[in-house]
């Protein structure tokens, strides 16, 4: 679409609405460069507050740009999908300030100046390919429309991540670390007690006592604390296991840790102690023991002077981004949260109850599963009631899977029962059908009949079918439950033959591509793009076949017309 036909719609249009339909439009940037047409501040993006990280404000208008940019990203979610989408909107405002906090309290700073420069290289960059055609004026009115747009603050903090990125990648050292540890568990007392702990050890440590010593006492890693604690070299780029059993490595192999530990492992210097580590396990207090340079396992790297390097400056690389992902993992995990929206606090509610499995009371009883998901129920209740982005059919199909877990089945039909009618889903109707079959009395004629109407909308989800002839089965029809299992094996075949079609022409492709016997031209490389399937031939359609010589670049949009005329005759094969 050109800027001209934005223009018009946007002038049709009030004026925050244009806004907010000229960077969809334009397909504008990563999510988190959009601020809904308003300027950069907190208070200016909306006066919803959804929470405050670290004491800076997230505003609710932060988070439904983001849904609304997810869905854009999904097309037609189903809806579980549709549940899912404000947690992905969740996540990814929480690491980008984690990311920005990890950064700052190593060093990095970006002024305004160049978060003012890195917005005009986006939209300058953007305008090149939606720009084609259009006038000056136009152009200078689509860059005002996406420079109020920008997120100011959500650029800064994605330049500051950069660069604290490149500021590891240069400071790295292509070596691995043997260690040992503490560990700290967080399920047996609280996140205040465990650090405290930690804290404690950490100190006795850097004092002098022995670490060995403390490991073995007081770590509740079973595992390595009758070792001294000693866990393993960390490596940026652990190797997997040689695929020969009986061949024996000329060292020890490195062992994979989690982000958080291995960033911590390959930041130390021999008998240096890390400060405690938060990690999904606990705290760690960890000590380095050795260090040795990185060696690539490949014999003929090795004996490649160039390869060894480019393997061992690529190694380094890998050192730089490890410590990244680590340190932007645990400042995520000790970010402090203070949730002011509903769907937010249910989600966070919803985290505690599944990282705390139901344990035994004093009276010997199993705790209460609906008494453990209240909470989590009566927040997101609350979020879906208020209605927006977040809620809807996929707040609803939420709902009814914790009112499941919570033994209640005739909440769940309430909630379902809003939105299966007016919404067709499989996955709405399927959960409709097992809420009506878990009441006390099962309503099993309704269950049939949603059950039905899941399959019925199933299209090409085999994992449903499968389940619905479970479900079938249950209810006594047996001849629906071939009727399902025979429409997914069905679907199965089709996508193996599906399969085999892209591979033939891709193989296809290739041979066409190919020069004359006769000729001296290097074998061109291929390249096949493909869309989606063809209902007439059932096979993938060939959008595209580009071919180049190596080190030659192709066209845009052109390719071999043999190559790709050999495609194309491929696909279309019953």
């Not at 399937?533 to 060939?542: A, L, R, V």
């Amino acid at each position: 679409m050109s800027l001209v036909n934005t223009r018009r719609r946007m002038q049709e249009m009030t004026k925050w609405v244009g806004a907010f339909v000229a960077v969809f439009i334009l397909g504008i940037f990563l999510s988190f460069n959009y601020n809904g047409g308003m300027d950069g501040s907190a208070q200016a993006r909306g006066t919803g507050v959804l929470a405050r990280v670290n004491g800076e404000t997230i505003t609710t208008q932060e988070f439904e740009n983001l849904i609304r940019n997810y869905r854009e990203m999904f097309g037609r979610p189903g809806v579980a999908q549709l549940s899912q989408l404000p947690r992905f909107a969740w996540e990814q405002i929480l690491s980008s300030h984690a990311q920005s906090a990890a950064a700052r309290a190593n060093g990095v700073s970006v002024s305004s100046g160049e978060v003012g420069a890195e917005i005009d290289r986006q939209i300058e960059e953007r305008l090149k390919t939606v720009g084609a055609g259009a006038t000056k004026d136009e152009l200078d009115q689509a860059r005002q429309v996406l420079r109020s747009a920008m997120d100011r603050e959500g650029v800064q903090r994605q330049m500051e991540a950069q660069r604290l990125r490149e500021k590891l990648t240069r400071e790295a050292k292509p070596v691995e670390v043997k260690v040992a540890h503490i560990l700290v568990k967080t399920d047996k007392r609280s996140e205040a007690e465990a650090r405290k702990l930690a804290e404690g050890y950490y100190r006795q440590a850097k004092t002098g006592v022995d670490f060995a010593k403390l490991a073995r006492e007081h770590s509740e890693d079973e595992g390595s604390k009758v070792k001294d604690g000693v866990v393993g070299w960390a490596s940026a780029m652990p190797e997997s296991a040689p695929a020969d059993a009986k061949k024996k490595p000329t060292r020890e192999p490195a062992t994979s840790f989690v982000p958080e530990f291995t960033a911590a492992s390959l930041r130390l210097k021999v008998g240096e102690v890390s400060a405690p580590v938060k990690s999904n396990f606990g705290y760690h207090v960890i000590k380095a023991l050795e260090t040795r340079d990185y060696e690539p396992s490949d014999e003929k790297v090795q004996k490649d002077a160039k390869k060894r390097q480019e393997a061992i400056d690529s190694y380094r690389t890998a050192v730089g981004n490890a410590i990244a992902e680590g340190l932007f993992a645990e400042y995520k995990a000790r970010a402090q949260v203070s949730a002011e929206h509903p769907w937010l606090k249910g989600h966070l509610a919803e985290e505690a109850s599944a990282s705390n499995p139901l344990t035994a009371v004093k009276d010997g009883k199993v705790e209460d599963p609906a008494a453990k998901l209240k909470p989590a129920i009566d927040a997101y209740s609350e979020a879906y009631k208020g209605g927006g982005v977040w809620a809807g059919p996929g707040l609803a199909y939420k709902l009814a899977q914790l009112y499941q877990e919570a033994k209640q089945p005739d909440q769940a039909i309430a909630v379902l029962e809003k939105e299966v009618r007016p919404y067709s889903d499989p996955e709405l109707h399927f959960a409709y059908g097992e809420a009506l079959m878990k009441l006390k009395t099962p309503r099993k004629t309704d269950a049939l009949k949603a059950f039905q109407q899941a399959m019925k909308q199933s299209k090409n989800d085999t994992g449903l079918l499968a389940r619905l002839s479970d479900k079938f089965k249950e209810l006594g029809r047996a001849d629906l439950a071939t009727e399902a299992t025979t429409k997914q094996a069905k679907i199965l075949v089709k996508q193996e033959e599906d399969r085999k079609a892209m591979e033939a022409a891709q193989k296809q492709a290739a041979a066409a591509a190919k020069p004359a016997a006769s000729g001296g031209d290097v074998v061109q490389e291929v390249t096949v793009k493909t869309g989606e399937i063809d209902p007439k031939t059932g096979k993938p359609k060939i959008l595209e076949v580009k071919t180049t010589k190596p080190g030659e670049k192709a066209a845009d949009g052109k390719g071999d017309a043999q190559a790709e005329g050999a495609a194309k005759k491929d696909a279309s094969k019953p």
